[in-house]
């Protein structure tokens, strides 16, 4: 809802000022499909050129996310609680054995299809499985501490390629100006090779 609020907030305040200031939004519009075509489609090679297939629908899936508004909401982060918490109650109670066939194959774990929504996401399921796996594999002398690295290291990892099609989209950002420069430039050729044509009446005189 924000995203569709800031676009027509965006659109209202540059071209209603535009308009408000004495501008005339006539040739504006007029120009607007072809400077579109122009500086999109050159944003839009520029983005097929430097990204993989891969990159571009992690790209595509963002720009859907940010219109859909965040996946998560506040019930499923208690549910993420709730699903740790009764993975290490296992293990306290049961012993690591108990557990390990749970964090092995998660697919097929009642604990993790008590939360199917969690369950998908492989990036938040395989955190939790590698991070047990320490425990159970160190039958519980594993320093605490050193577990917090390896959590750290794999958020920070997740989070390397996670934002790697924001970074495309912001080197995109950076090129736009000069794309809009090309466009200008076409633009200034087009009227230099106009120059010495006649003057073409408007219908209204």
Known sequence: MFPVV???????LVFGGF?????NLGPVMHALPHEMLIIGGAAIGSLIIGNSGKELKAL???????????TYKKADYLDCILLVSTLMKMMRTEGPVAVEPHI???????IFQQYPKLAKDQTLVHLICDTLRLVVVSS?????HAVEEVMDSA?????????KPADGLQSLADALPALGIVA???GVVKTM???DKPLRRSSAA
């Open 193 to 195: 090779g106009s120059i």
């Open 60 to 70: 595509g899936g963002g720009f859907a996310k940010v219109f859909k508004g965040p």
């Open 104 to 110: 092995e194959d998660p697919a097929s774990s009642p």
């Open 19 to 23: 308009a408000l200031t004495g501008g």
């Open 6 to 12: 800031g676009i027509v907030v965006l659109l209202l």
């Open 155 to 163: 958020i920070k990892n997740h989070h390397h390629h996670a934002i």
């Open 184 to 186: 200008a430039v076409l």
């Open 140 to 144: 519980g002398t594993l320093d605490p």
